[in-house]
């Protein structure tokens, strides 16, 4: 699904966190929104997730108006900075929760249920963990977890709020491998929010350099290395 | 390394202090809460147990007993509905007057119960324009049932509340956006996912509540009017029973009321110990 943004602008009240900013995601992209902290790139997420309203400008998904869409309508699958798993929950019922909310007519039977909960476990190579819960989990555990919960809804599209922020180093590495891997089996048009630009720029097709509510450039990473539009992604990237 | 050099860990302290610690708190506990609660057992069970069940099966003791349970009944539920809501917008919303809220919220702790009990008296009692006008539409507020649990309502209702905003803010919204993303509506992210991570914390404000709706004196004293079997609560009938010499009679619906409270303390621990292992699973991780 490709994401048009046109001049979306959003304040808290006398803080303006995005000043008007328009992009296009082309389907099937991996997608990093890099910048500083307070650079507006977690309230761009979060709008696209239908989880902000902007104060102005539209969203498009494949064209069609998706501004006002309500949150459960817009089928995002969002992976939550740490995670948000239900923690009264196992890791299963968290991974089932999307389709069990599904209305009566298009839930899926039990044992259809079950059927895809076990084969996303694979997925994300935690077959044996479906009984524990998140508290019993480490912390890379509980990514996989959060993504394979946000992919049981079928999603059109992927938003992950810095995925790989909690981490460690180690970690990380391999899970950026396993995002990219999952992300290139889905097809999944995917978001990713960071403020590290080698994952930006190891794991990303395009990268979006933010920095106080605007945008500074878009672009693969290879020409932001090259031909930097500005003096702050030059010197972003150069950290 | 055959010998240990320093049987004690170093962050511990000596034996003696520990030992001193714990035994004072022991004696205040037993001074202050376990002694008076055996005084008024045993003061009830002066006279033997039959003589102080036949004192509960008065009428007038039996229609206090039912009017508290009846009081409790009604309040606790109306103000843990409450509760949640007010602690459901402090929590997750930023508004005007939010702090001006929590203060008001937190009224009922500051402002003396017979206060709170001649409030209700001013504004409905037959003197007030309001009151006035209530009683020739022959609707009774004071000296009634609506009067006492409206000041039931007001002394009771800051425990909800307190109890759950810290733990709603603690908690975060994170967990509730992300049943709406996977679909859920807001009440079903509510039933699903909010209330299940409160539920600790709403059963220990719900006790408290009970607690304090069962055994409010002041302001249930003023607004009631002490009609005898009409609007005395179980508080106050002990207060008259005993005004009157009646020790057996006073003391047993006291002990009766004690019991109350120490069921749902039991019930509370009850749970706690049933669900142990749901409780340490679902910690803050």
Sequence with gaps: MNIDIEDLTKSFGAQTALHPVSL???????????????????????????????????????????????????????????????????????????????????????????????????????????????????????????????????????????????????????LRQGLREIHDSTG??????????????ELADVVVVMSMGRIEQ??????LRSRPASRFVEMFLAR | MSDVVHPVPVTTEPR?????VILLVLSLVAVLLLAPLAAVFSEALADGLPAALQALAQPDARSAIGLTLLVAVITVPLN???????????????????????????????????????ALVLLFGSNSTLGGWLITHDMRIVFALPGIILATLFVTFPFVARELIPVMIEQGRAEEEAALTLGASGWRAFRTVTLPNIRWALL???????????????????????IRGETTTMPIMVEMLYNEYLATAAFSLAAALALLALVTLALKSLLEWRHADLLAATRRH
Excluded at chain 1, 122 to 138: A, V
Excluded at chain 1, 191 to 199: A, P
Excluded at chain 1, 218 to 223: A, I, N
């Design chain 2, 204 to 226: 220990y404000g719900v006790l408290l509540c009970n607690a304090r709706a069962m055994g409010e004196f002041g302001a249930v004293a003023v607004v009631s009017g002490k």
């Design chain 1, 24 to 174: 296009t995601i082309p389907s099937g992209a991996l997608v990093a929104l890099l910048g500083p902290s307070g650079s507006g790139k977690t309230t761009l997420l979060r709008i696209l997730g239908g989880l902000e309203i902007p104060s102005a400008g539209r969203v498009r998904f494949d064209g069609q108006d998706a501004t006002g869409l309500r949150v459960q309508d817009r089928r995002a699958g969002f992976v939550f900075q740490h995670y948000a798993l239900f923690r009264h929950m196992t890791v299963f019922e968290n991974i089932a929760y999307g389709l069990r909310a599904r209305p009566r007519r298009s839930r899926p039977t039990k044992a259809e249920i079950d059927r895809r909960v076990l084969r996303l476990l694979d997925l994300i190579q935690l077959p044996d963990i479906g009984p524990r819960y998140p508290s019993q989990l480490s912390g890379g555990q509980r990514q996989r977890v959060a993504l394979a919960r946000a992919l049981a809804i079928d999603p059109r599209m992927l938003l992950l709020d810095e995925p790989f922020g909690a981490l460690d180093a180690k970690v990380r590495k391999d």
């Design chain 1, 188 to 201: 999944l048009t995917t978001v990713f929010v960071t403020h590290d630009q080698d994952e930006a720029m």
């Design chain 2, 16 to 20: 003696g202090v520990r030992f001193l």
């Design chain 1, 218 to 223: 878009v672009g693969p990473p290879v020409e």
């Design chain 2, 80 to 118: 843990a509905a409450v509760g949640i809501a007010a602690a459901w917008a402090i929590a997750r919303f930023d508004f005007r007057g939010k702090a001006f809220l929590v203060t008001l919220i937190d009224l009922p702790f500051s402002v003396s119960p017979v206060v709170a009990g001649l």
